[in-house]
């Protein structure tokens, strides 16, 4: 990625920002299992928060997945072309950035 305007306006970047927000959701609810469900679960013997927890976790854990393959699928932002002049749009239908030219004159990869 070559800015962190990226992030949020490459579809690269909001999967990304997704996936790791999924992630963190995770280690939390597994630092909450660990210090607040397990010690729950050996001094009253009340298994049924922790189960609950766990069934979370998995089902988070599924959607981590899901959003890896995503990322996996998409195309990380590039930098831009070093001819800043040459304006840029974005292809609604995949996303990608790809410069501007008139149509009058070739493309930048037929010269």
Do not use: I
């Given at each position: 990625m070559y800015?962190?305007?990226a992030i949020t306006t490459s579809a690269y970047g909001r999967s990304l920002t997704v996936k790791l927000l999924l992630v963190t959701i995770v280690l939390a609810?597994?630092?909450a299992n660990?210090?607040?469900?397990v010690?729950?679960?050996?001094?009253?013997?009340?298994?049924?928060?922790l189960r609950r927890s766990v069934r979370v976790?998995?089902?988070?854990?599924?959607?981590?997945?899901v959003a890896t393959a995503v990322v996996a699928t998409r195309e990380p932002a590039h930098e831009p072309?070093?001819?800043?002049?040459?304006?840029?749009h974005t292809?609604?239908?995949?996303h990608d950035e790809q410069p501007s030219h008139h149509p009058a004159e070739p493309a930048s990869d037929d010269r």
């Open positions: 800015g962190v305007e609810l597994a630092a660990r210090w607040l469900f010690p729950l679960l050996e001094r009253f013997d009340r298994s049924l928060p976790e998995t089902a988070l854990l599924a959607l981590v997945l072309p070093a001819d800043d002049s040459a304006p840029v292809d609604r239908a995949t």
